[in-house]
Every structure is written in structure tokens, then in C-alpha cells.
């Protein structure tokens, strides 16, 4: 028979398991000690119960994945999800499907390494989508790109191999060529400002400027901008799943 | 007849009873057997909302099908029925190279979605095994991984939405923005719940530079030892695929000089980086290989890296000619327990007397091991079952899963009450009814039936 995850980090697996009340700031003192950590863009007392009802990691998302799929087990009102496998289909998912819908217990996360090379910039000036395209189509591209306003991007970049070099002077070029100015900003004020912007910031798929734009600006570069970043939305009240599915859904474990 | 009412509102090319028709799609990669009554072969959306109507009104059990490659019998008509083949339904409805996107019909194969990908310097990152044949609609209803997940996550970690047709022919689509996800719940819902009608995936960047670290190792501590190590340390690694010697021995044959032979294991490790860094990633790989006592060699140029992939996705046919009855398991370990559960299945099948093969996704914890048995042997079906459940029993109480990709299905039907008690059991049944209250959609599997009798082990819907 399976067994309940014991609390705590399991380094071995890269995982670990916390309470609903522990803190973002707790849960990455305890990776940290592993060298490890739970890549979001979230203020440190924001409790795990409140991180997972958001569903929302913030901008690094683009580079580390949903936060939603870090998510490998939880318990819901009594019911136990998933496991610690980092693979796992057995069963319906109910896991992701009620998270942000139904409070969770505890959840074990999966971890990844903590970069080598963590660096956040603030780049005002210039257009900042044309910005933020130039570098997302780079293969040397930073891990996440949000457009807070038309003249300001901010750019994380994390790595950790040894072209740090190429990453920076990519930044450095292609802001100069677009005008901008850089400055270099700590990873708390880059969490206080991506916790600042509305939701939903995630939704695109690396295209991060487009959708931090779109709740920033109500502007958009293009219309495939629009109708991914947007498309699903109207997609859904276009064609909503029935009212009945929905509420027997999010009923299911009450 | 359901048939007779389908031909009118489609065409009659469109509804297949021949005898050859239904052999077509009777079976999967399963070794498992079923009886449909009809093949039906949709265009559109619209055409599955109308067959999904019609099979409600009768209550004709409806299979949805890709390209038949379950290894779970997910796609066996094992109730009868219709079922509902994608092979018309696999345009790329819209491939987006600025947001990275593609909308695509069910029935593409996974790589054929690759391919239009990569003409624009992109990929779609799920590549199980048969992703030659198999479809993106049937990489939702497992939620597929494969050989790069270790780097870039499973099928649902690429699927942005979904459109669906219910079981009543109400046709919607699923966001993934919405609370609560019910996109989710269609990903891994092994054609329960809902039939998909289309896919929108995400798309990754092709690499810049990819390296490739083939290590042999004499033994299984060692090999387990470097994989547990290095998915933890090694920067840019995305793949990390074990074989092991049974297998190596059978690609020896059928595929001379693509992998080493006559060591216990190797391991296959990819690492992605820019140029400047792929020597470092290398050199990490190489490091941790020689420290747990394995010998690397490490390929560069595509073609070497090509020949090692196209052993690994036909280790399993290779072996097929020197042991053509077997069973396939799927367990995923967490991975500091990857060690422990490789010897605990050699232990276990050697008790059993029987032959064990394995490949794995190490990196993910993602065990396939194989016990090979002689059918003509009345009780060798038996000892292959006991030697299932003591294997199960070492996975969970490891706190590890029943299945990483495969899905349930038919063949792992008696043991999803070990990992889940009644209450979540419950809940899903509960899910499954509001979905499809017909219950039509792919019966009989997935979620066993309250009071479903398990007490003959995991196969027991198979034995």
C-alpha cells in the first residue's frame, strides 16, 4: 500500500513536502540546503496554501514551467492526490484539476537546481515588446521577460553554464540597439515587482511580454498576441463546458 | 442499428463492419483483444458531436482511437462497440511560429507535429518511443512522456487547451486558465470523460547545441548511483535513459555498433546548451559517469546521437523476437529510491524464476521492466502476476506510482486500489459520471467499478 510523503525535504528526489502555513521564505531555507529551491517569483511570507490556490509562480514559469506541475501531490479535503514520483498517471487528475478551486493540506513539490548565475535588470526606455521579442528569439534568451509598461522591461536571466559572458552582452546589445537603459535589480525588488501585476500573467507560452503587456497596457503587438494570450478566455465564453460539468466538478470532493 | 444510423449521417466510406475493418483496430500494443461492432472514421468536430449522440442514444460503447500504440489495452474494444479512429482528423489546424503554438487535430502523430515544428526552428518536446505512429489525441489521453521529458516535462505540461465533444455531442473547449482545470482531468483521462476534437500545444525552441554521453556500466548499483547523481547536479541534462543488458544484448543483433554490449547497463545522457557551454555540460556528465565507475563516450555529431535514439526506441521490438511473451510494467520511483527499485526487480523475477529485461526513463524514475515468460508454461502467466504485485508493493511503499505514462487501462485496472483508497476512487467515478453520465466513453477500464474484484493482483481485469 502506498504511503503518506513524510514532511520536509527529500533531496534525493529534488522534492518537498510542506504544510499549507509554511512559508515560501521556509520552504526555500530548507532547499537551499541542498543547493536546491522552488523557482517562483513570489514574496517570501506568501504561505504554500495561498501559492498553490494561486496556481501562479510568476515570470520564471517561462524558463522552470507551471508552478501547477511542480505540484506532484497534495491533500484536498481529506483526499490524497499523486505521489512522489515526478511521473504519474495513474487515476484522474484531480490534483491539478481542483487546485486554486479546493484549499490544500500540504503538497510536495519538485525542485530544481539553484542557478549558478541569478541577475535581474530593469530596462526603461525604447519599445519594450520590440525589446522583448529581440531577446526572446535569441538561444541565448533570459529565463523571463515582463513588460510592466511600453518603455520598461524587466529581464531575468538564469544559467548555469559557463556563457555568462554571451547572456549579458546579448542584454547589453540588443537594450542598447532598442534604446533602453539597463540597471541591475535585486531578486526582492524583481519578486515585489511581478507580484505587483495582475493576474493572469502566465498565460502565454514564453511569450511573457505579450500577456504582462496585455494587463499592463491593454495594447498588444500582434493579433496571434491576442487571441493566445486572450483566445482561450473568449474560446471558453464562446463555448464555456456546461454550467452542470462545472459545478459538479468543483463540488466532487466537498 | 447504431451502424445503419451512422452511415446516414455521415457516408457510408466513413462507417467500416467489415471483418478486416474491425481486426484493424481490435488491438493495441497491448497483447489483449477486442470485439467492435463498428470503425468509424470522423472529418470534424461537428462529426464526432453527432456519432457521440447517436452512441448515447443506444448506449453503444464508443473507443477513441489514435494510433493504437496502448500498452495499457487503453484503445482495446474490450465492451464492443464503435471505435472512433483519428486517422481524417490530422491537419495542423494552425501553427504559430511567433507564440510558439500549434492547434492541431488529434490525429496528427506526434511526429508529424515535430517535424512541421522543427521546419520552423521549433519541436514539440514529448517523444515517447512510438512517436512515429502515435497521435497527439492519444498522447492527451495518457498523458504521454518519453525519452526528453527528464528536460522538458510530459504532454500535459505542453497542452494549453482543449476542445472536447461530451458525450451528450455538446462540443467545448477547455482553457486552462479556468477553475476548475478540466483540461486537466481530459490529459491522462484515457478517453473517459470527453472525446478531444483539438489540441493546442505549446512549442520549445530547438536547442543550439546537443551532446550525447553514452556510459556503460558493470553493474546495476552503479548505473542507478550516476543517474541518481546526475539528474540532481548535471546542468542542461534532458535525457537520461537506461538499458539494460538483456536488451543491449538483443540490440546487438539488430542493431550492431549502435550501443555498447557485454556490460550490465548503459545509460544514454543528453545535455542542451549553447556552444559555448556544451564542452562544460560534457564534461559534467563524463565526470559523474567515471566517478560511480562507468566508461563514457560522448557524440557530437548527429548522426551517432541518431543511431543511439533509434536503438533505444526499438529495444523493445528488438527483444520481442527472443521473447515474444512478456509483460511491460511502468512504475515510476522517486528518484533517490531508483537504485533500490532496479535491484529489488532483478531480485523479484529471479525468485520467480523468470527473465527480466528493462529499459527506463532513470532521469524521471520511470521504470520499464519486462518479465518474460513462456505462455506454454501453464503457470509462468502466474508467477509473472505474483512478481507484478511484489514489485508494485516495493514502488508504492517507496511512495512512487503504479504507472508514469502508460495509463491503467485494462491491464493495470486491479491495482489502482493500492495506490488510492476508496474516497479518492470515489471522487473520480464521481468526475467520470458528471463528464460522461452515459458513461459510454471507453467502459470497463481506468477506473475500477465499486466492489471491483482486485483480490487476484494487478491484472486481475486480464487474468
Known amino acids: ?254 | 442499428m447504431v451502424a445503419d444510423e451512422l452511415r446516414a449521417a455521415l457516408t457510408a466510406d466513413q462507417v467500416r463492419t467489415g471483418p478486416a475493418d474491425l481486426a484493424a483496430v481490435a488491438r493495441d500494443g497491448s497483447h489483449l483483444i477486442g470485439s467492435p461492432e463498428a470503425v468509424v472514421y470522423p472529418v470534424s468536430a461537428a462529426e464526432v458531436a453527432t456519432i457521440l449522440r447517436i452512441a448515447s442514444a443506444s448506449g453503444t460503447p464508443i473507443v477513441p482511437r489514435g494510433g493504437g500504440t496502448s500498452l495499457a489495452a487503453s484503445t482495446v474494444p474490450n465492451r464492443g462497440g464503435i471505435v472512433l479512429a483519428f486517422n481524417r482528423m490530422r491537419a495542423i489546424i494552425e501553427l504559430d511560429p511567433i507564440e510558439r503554438t500549434a492547434l492541431v487535430q488529434p490525429g496528427i502523430a506526434n511526429g508529424a507535429l515535430d517535424r512541421a515544428a522543427r521546419a520552423v526552428s521549433l519541436r514539440y518536446a514529448p517523444d515517447p518511443s512510438s512517436r512515429a505512429v502515435a497521435t497527439i489525441g492519444g498522447n492527451v489521453g495518457t498523458n504521454a512522456g518519453g525519452l526528453h521529458c527528464l528536460g522538458h516535462g510530459v504532454t500535459g505540461d505542453h497542452v494549453l487547451g482543449l476542445e472536447v465533444a461530451l458525450s451528450t455531442g455538446e462540443i467545448c473547449w477547455l482553457d486552462d486558465q479556468a477553475l476548475p482545470d478540466l483540461r486537466a482531468l481530459i490529459i491522462g483521462g484515457e478517453g473517459q470523460l470527453a472525446v478531444v476534437t483539438a489540441v493546442l500545444c505549446r512549442l520549445l525552441p530547438v536547442a543550439e547545441r546537443t551532446g550525447m554521453v553514452v556510459a556503460a556500466f558493470p553493474s546495476l548499483a552503479q548505473t542507478g548511483a550516476a543517474a541518481e547523481r546526475l539528474v540532481l547536479e548535471s546542468p542542461g541534462l534532458v535525457a537520461c535513459e537506461f538499458i539494460d543488458r538483456h536488451m543491449l544484448d538483443a540490440l546487438a543483433e539488430s542493431a550492431p555498433g549502435s550501443l555498447p554490449s557485454g556490460v550490465d547497463a548503459v545509460l544514454i545522457f543528453e545535455v542542451e546548451a549553447l556552444s559555448e557551454g556544451i564542452d562544460e555540460a560534457i564534461a559534467t556528465v563524463r565526470r559523474c559517469v567515471e566517478d560511480a565507475g562507468g566508461t563514457a563516450e560522448v557524440r557530437l555529431d548527429e548522426a551517432a546521437q541518431a543511431r543511439a535514439w533509434d536503438a533505444r526506441r526499438g529495444a523493445a521490438a528488438a527483444l520481442g523476437r527472443l521473447y515474444p511473451d512478456s509483460y511491460t510494467h511502468d512504475f515510476a520511483t522517486p528518484r533517490d529510491r531508483i537504485v533500490e527499485s532496479l535491484q529489488a526487480s532483478a531480485l523479484i523475477a529471479e525468485r520467480h524464476g523468470l527473465v527480466l529485461s528493462s529499459v527506463a526513463h532513470l532521469g524521471d524514475g520511470n521504470l520499464h521492466p519486462r518479465l518474460h515468460y513462456d505462455a506454454t508454461d501453464p503457470s509462468a502467466f502466474e508467477r509473472a502476476m505474483a512478481a507484478s504485485d511484489e514489485l508494485l508493493e516495493v514502488i508504492l511503499e517507496n511512495g512512487g506510482t503504479l504507472t508514469g505514462e502508460h495509463g491503467i487501462g485494462l491491464e493495470k485496472l486491479g491495482a489502482l486500489g493500492r495506490q488510492y483508497g476508496e474516497l479518492e476512487l470515489t471522487a473520480m467515478r464521481a468526475v467520470r459520471a458528471a463528464f460522461d453520465p452515459s458513461a459510454i466513453l471507453n467502459p470497463g477500464k481506468t477506473l475500477p467499478d465499486p466492489g471491483f474484484d482486485a483480490s487476484k493482483g494487478m491484472y486481475a481485469a486480464v487474468s
Open chain 1, 1 to 254: 500500500m502506498r504511503r503518506s510523503p513524510e514532511l520536509g525535504l527529500r533531496a534525493g528526489n529534488a522534492s518537498l513536502c510542506a504544510l499549507a502555513e509554511t512559508t515560501l521564505e521556509e520552504l526555500q531555507r530548507s532547499a537551499a540546503a541542498e543547493n536546491l529551491w522552488l523557482p517562483v517569483d513570489v514574496p517570501a511570507q506568501t504561505t504554500i496554501g495561498e501559492l498553490a490556490a494561486s496556481r501562479d509562480g510568476g515570470p520564471r514559469e517561462a524558463r522552470y514551467g507551471r508552478l501547477r506541475d511542480r505540484i506532484l501531490a497534495v491533500e484536498m479535503h481529506g483526499h490524497r492526490f499523486g505521489s512522489e514520483a515526478v511521473k504519474d498517471v495513474a487515476g484522474l487528475d484531480l490534483r491539478r484539476a481542483l487546485l486554486g478551486s479546493e484549499p490544500v493540506a500540504w503538497a510536495v513539490f519538485r525542485l530544481a537546481r539553484v542557478p549558478r548565475h541569478r541577475l535581474q535588470w530593469r530596462a526603461i526606455g525604447g519599445d519594450a515588446f520590440a525589446l522583448a521579442d529581440a531577446l526572446r528569439s535569441d538561444p541565448a534568451a533570459p529565463a523571463a521577460l515582463v513588460v510592466t509598461a511600453l518603455d520598461e522591461l524587466l529581464i531575468a536571466s538564469d544559467h548555469d553554464d559557463s556563457v555568462d559572458a554571451r547572456r549579458r552582452q546579448l542584454i547589453t546589445r540588443i537594450a542598447g540597439a532598442h534604446d533602453a537603459a539597463l540597471a541591475p535589480i535585486s531578486h526582492h525588488e524583481w519578486v515585489e515587482r511581478c507580484a505587483a501585476l495582475p493576474a493572469p500573467r502566465a498565460r502565454s507560452t514564453g511569450a511573457f511580454a505579450r500577456t504582462a503587456a496585455a494587463v499592463a497596457t491593454g495594447d498588444w503587438p500582434s493579433d496571434a498576441g491576442r487571441r493566445l494570450a486572450l483566445g482561450a478566455i473568449a474560446s471558453a465564453n464562446d463555448r464555456p463546458p456546461p454550467a452542470r460539468l462545472v459545478s459538479a466538478v468543483t463540488a466532487v470532493l466537498r
